[in-house]
């Protein structure tokens, strides 16, 4: 949150006005020092001369040192304001055109020979523009194919079922994709929107033993290089536990450069929690019901034998019976209910549903009508084609079981079949000529075992229709009610069109931003010290919004924050939650920030919420514009949260002024405008942290030009600007 307009643009304001009156200060001193040491030369005549005329004409001499000192204020004012001044900024709003904004263009300010350089200066800047918009259109149209290629790799990537990370040699994080993060990353709060949403963030640039064990995956990487020497295939496979204490399979294979050197390892990730097959789970199952009914089947027969044999059995000892009977029996159908419940989650897994058209469908199914069971089946053709979401196999057994069903009781082997979309469902339609099926004898099959010939499934009818969320139905044409047939009900999948698809690999926009191939070459391991380049930290990008301007009393109600890694903002990889302060918001806040009292109940506590973001930066350089401020809210939480920052920090607003001393303000919308950045979402934490880290981004090559390039010196640097001096 940019906390403090009024003093950050008044202190720009007067920062030429300050040396204005200290040069004309400096100089009226000087002055009357060499008018006192002249008057100390004087002989005594001469002394008393002077003194008598200064006496006499004191006003008229007053007023004309006045006049003198004015005119010096002036001369000084005038060379400051159409000189000095806009010629250093005309050099670093040059530098700016020449670094990070060809599209910047100098204010013309100053003299008239000043605005004309800058004229000239803007003139070769839109020359330079022009010039860099055309290389780059070419240089965009070489890379065009590449990209593409590239988006094609990356989306599928993406969307694999296999989880998949690319580690350096120093274990960070390259590249994953979504399943990964699914498999790694831990629950925490409904409330708080994390791109790795939840304590053990999988992110680029972080240490993969963050979120696996370090001994387990160092000893995979151990066999790999003793398989290497020996000459053999050099994957290890090995088993991992996840934040969610869940197991996973992890197949561990190197990345080798041309020299057969190390550079990395690729993590394929399994989970191997519910790993068992359909057939172990089956075997299970039967054991489990045949243990379970055991007890209460007995008892049932015990109980219902007493009553028959007994001749004579007491009122108050036959309802007792009755009682172990009824209470057996409620138990016995809960344990068939979950066993069936069970049973058709095997089924799916043993029967995985795809998509095919119902023309692929179909010739399948009409050779197979013919080979197995005689019938001859015609597909009746529609204008659009129907996709169906099937089990081929089950599916095709089910209707040859149906066909060969009907051809039992009609006799008839010559069959139709067509499909069409009803909106909601499709309906599957198998028509003959001849009397049609009751729906009682219907019923009857779907209880039956799925036997055709000598092919069959261990299963019915009816479990493979579940398993489709299909119904099956007697069918009569309305019309000639001469044709009768079974209508099978199937849900509707709506697949996009082939363009969409196209547009979904192809496009620019889909890549995912899961990968950073160049921090291969980084080495420090996420670790921090003050020597270090600014180009090769992370960073976190962050900003928080408050009930006020008080860190003493007033209260944090959002944090956002962002990634940058490797010299890119990541914002894929961000931190973003509003916090319930135990109190009603004042008005004059919810103007600036639009967040209401209601919107913020229920929404988690700074003592849940603050732990969480400092596992989300730790090991990074903490960023935000005005930094003192929101340092000093997540200080003041310190005791209460027992989190304690120690990261190292830097502020965008005192780098600013490092890099443009004489601009007059430093506020983000003003920073963003010399830089060309968008200003989205403004005054929400998520938004500003967004736009600081963009402007951090841009401040960096010109910190660089003023031979600021590691980490304490722009933090000395920063110490020493005049907005430095600001303390809450």
């Known amino acids: 949150m940019d906390h403090f307009h009024n003093q ?14 200290m040069s004309s200060i400096t100089l009226l001193l000087l002055a009357c020092f060499l008018l006192v040491c002249v008057f100390l030369q004087l002989d005594g005549v001469h002394k008393e001369l002077l003194r008598e005329i200064f006496l006499s004409h004191s006003g008229y001499i007053i007023a004309a040192a006045l006049l003198v000192v004015a005119f010096i204020v002036s001369i000084i004012a005038g060379i400051m304001r159409n000189y000095v001044i806009p010629i250093k900024r005309l050099t670093e709003e040059t530098t700016i055109i020449s670094t990070n904004n060809p599209a910047h263009r100098v204010r013309l300010e100053g003299g008239r020979d000043v ?10 800047a839109q020359k330079i523009e022009e010039l860099h918009t055309a290389v780059e259109k070419r240089i965009a149209a070489a890379r065009e194919e ?23 040699a120093e274990a960070q994080i390259l590249l994953y994709n979504q399943k990964a993060r699914v498999l790694l990353q831990e629950e925490f709060l409904d409330d708080v929107t994390t791109s790795s949403g939840g304590k053990n963030f999988a992110g680029l640039g972080r240490s993969i033993f963050t979120i696996l064990d370090k001994a387990t995956v160092t000893h995979g990487l151990d ?32 990345i080798l450069n041309d020299n057969r050197d190390f550079k990395g390892f690729v993590l394929m990730l399994y989970d191997s929690t519910e790993d068992s097959s359909p057939t172990e789970k089956s075997d299970f199952l039967l054991q489990n019901i045949t243990t379970s009914l055991k007890r209460p089947i007995s008892n049932i027969a015990l109980a219902a034998e007493a009553l028959i044999q007994s001749s004579v059995v007491e009122a108050k000892q036959a309802r007792k019976f009755k009682e172990i009977i009824a209470k057996e029996a409620s138990f016995a159908n809960k344990t068939l ?3 069936s419940s069970e049973y058709a989650k095997i089924t799916r897994a043993k029967y995985p549903l795809a998509q095919l058209t119902n023309k692929s469908f179909f010739e399948t199914l009409a050779k197979a009508a013919k080979e197995k069971i005689g019938v001859v089946l ?25 066909m060969r069903k009907v051809t039992d009781e009609t006799g008839q082997r010559q069959m139709s079949c067509r499909t069409r979309n009803k909106g909601h469902f499709t309906t599957l339609d198998i028509t003959w000529h001849g009397a049609p099926i009751k729906i009682e004898m219907l019923r009857s099959w779907e209880e039956q075992n799925l036997v055709v010939g000598k092919e069959g499934l261990p299963t019915i009818l009816k479990d493979v229709l579940d398993l489709h969320g299909a119904k099956v139905w007697p069918y009569i044409y309305e019309v000639t009610r001469e044709r009768a047939g079974i209508r099978i009900f199937l849900p509707d999948i709506t697949l996009p069109a082939m363009g969409a698809i196209r547009r979904f690999f192809l496009s620019r926009d889909s890549r995912p931003e899961y990968y950073d191939f160049n921090l291969f070459d980084i080495k420090n391991n996420g670790l921090l010290n003050d020597d270090m380049l600014l180009s090769d930290l992370s960073y976190t990008v962050f900003d928080t919004e408050t009930t006020g301007l008080s860190p003493d009393d007033d209260e944090i109600i959002s944090i956002g924050a962002v990634r940058i890694v490797n010299g890119k903002l990541l914002k894929n990889e961000f931190f973003d939650t509003l916090i319930n302060p135990k109190r009603t918001l004042p008005p004059e806040s919810t103007i600036i920030h639009g967040v209401q009292t209601e919107m913020l109940a229920g929404k988690p506590y700074i003592e849940e919420v603050l732990p969480t973001f400092y596992r989300f930066s730790e090991k990074t350089v903490l960023v935000a514009h005005n930094a003192a401020f929101d340092m000093k809210m997540l200080q003041m939480k310190e005791e209460k949260t027992g989190t304690r920052f120690r990261n190292p920090v830097l502020d965008t607003l005192l780098l600013s002024a490092v890099v443009h001393p004489n601009q007059e303000k430093h506020n983000l919308e003003t920073i963003a405008a010399r830089f060309g950045i968008s200003v989205v979402g403004r005054h929400t ?12 981004l841009k401040l960096l090559p010109l910190l660089e030009k003023k031979g600021i390039r590691t980490l304490q010196a722009a933090m000395e640097a920063s110490k020493n600007t005049l907005f430095a001096k600001i303390t809450y």
């Open 378 to 402: 015609t597909f009746m053709e529609e204008e659009d084609v129907n996709w169906l979401n099937i089990d081929i196999r089950s599916f095709t057994l089910s209707l040859l079981y149906l």
């Open 685 to 696: 934490a998520l938004g500003d942290a967004l736009m600081t880290g963009e402007i951090f």
């Open 223 to 254: 066999d790999i290089a003793e398989k290497i020497a020996r000459g053999e295939y050099p994957v290890s496979r090995l088993l991992l536990t996840g934040v969610k204490e869940n197991t996973i399979r992890a197949d561990i294979l190197p």
């Open 115 to 124: 605005k004309t350089l800058a004229g000239i200066i803007n003139d070769s």
């Open 8 to 21: 950050e643009d008044l202190l720009g304001d007067n920062i030429s006005w300050v040396f204005i009156a």
């Open 146 to 168: 590449i990209e593409t290629e590239k988006n094609i790799i990356l989306a599928i990537m993406a969307e694999l079922l296999d989880g998949v990370i690319v580690c350096n």
């Open 337 to 339: 209910e979950e066993v």
